[in-house]
């Protein structure tokens, strides 16, 4: 069964400092998105990507946020100068919205701000 | 957008069934009832989803009450790794992007 995966699983970087969140969604599906869940907390909207731009963004989604599709195949998630209160688990996920709506996730990038 | 309440945690018996229960007093009436579950810290993973006639699949049944006010997801035979977090989600109509807002959800517990 095809699945949603993303790179890497755990990633540890300092404050202030850039990172990328990799995911490739099912390859025939055409709406993409990025949630977070910080410990403890609700599975947090971020952003969805449709036809190559953002179709939505959440409050939380500001300019250090950037959402790419660079090969027709990955989607990625950069931020650009991580601050602690981004440690979270970055999930990815996408439909297939030609036959039904059902989002498919991946397993999730935990992120680790020091 | 239509909220949903749902009591913040339940347990069951393995083997026995498991009935989730979910308000969503002021849906609309093109708005879809979605049921997801994260198990552990996990991607959520659908599970079912519905207008106004009950649906069942492989996983669970959903029973809509007639005023659309309210939802049950039945897993039938409760297994171990039914533990999880369920969610309820009402899908905004005119939402054109498909996302998901998520609340709290129940926690069930599957009881050996």
């Known amino acids: 069964e095809p699945e949603v995966t993303q790179t890497p699983s755990h990633q540890v970087t300092q404050m202030g400092q850039e990172v990328i969140l990799r995911c490739v969604p099912i390859?025939?599906?055409?709406?993409f998105y990025w949630y977070r869940q910080i410990l403890g907390q609700k599975v947090e909207f971020l952003v969805s990507f449709y036809n190559n731009e953002i179709s939505e963004k959440s409050e939380i989604f500001d300019d250090q946020f950037s959402v790419e599709r660079p090969d027709g195949s990955n989607f990625t998630l950069k931020i650009r100068s991580t601050k602690l209160e981004d440690s979270a688990m970055y999930f990815c996920?996408?439909?297939?919205?030609?036959?039904?709506?059902?989002?498919?996730f991946g397993p999730g990038t935990r992120l680790t701000v020091t | 957008d239509a909220k949903t309440t749902q009591p913040p945690s339940m347990d069951c018996a393995e083997g026995r069934a498991a009935n989730l229960p979910c308000n969503h007093s002021t849906i609309s009436g093109n708005e879809y009832v979605y049921w997801y579950r994260q198990i552990h810290s996990q991607g959520p993973q659908y599970i079912i989803h519905?207008?106004?006639n009950n649906e069942t699949n492989e996983m669970a049944s959903l029973i809509i009450t007639e005023d659309r006010k309210s939802s049950t997801l039945i897993l039938p035979h409760a297994t171990l790794r039914d533990t999880a977090v369920y969610y309820c989600i009402v899908r905004p109509p005119m939402d054109s992007s498909y996302k998901l807002i998520f609340g709290s959800g129940t926690r069930l517990l599957v009881r050996p």
């Open positions: 996920a996408s439909i297939d919205s030609r036959s039904s709506y059902e989002q498919y």
């Open positions: 519905g207008l106004k």
């Open positions: 390859s025939n599906h055409l709406y």
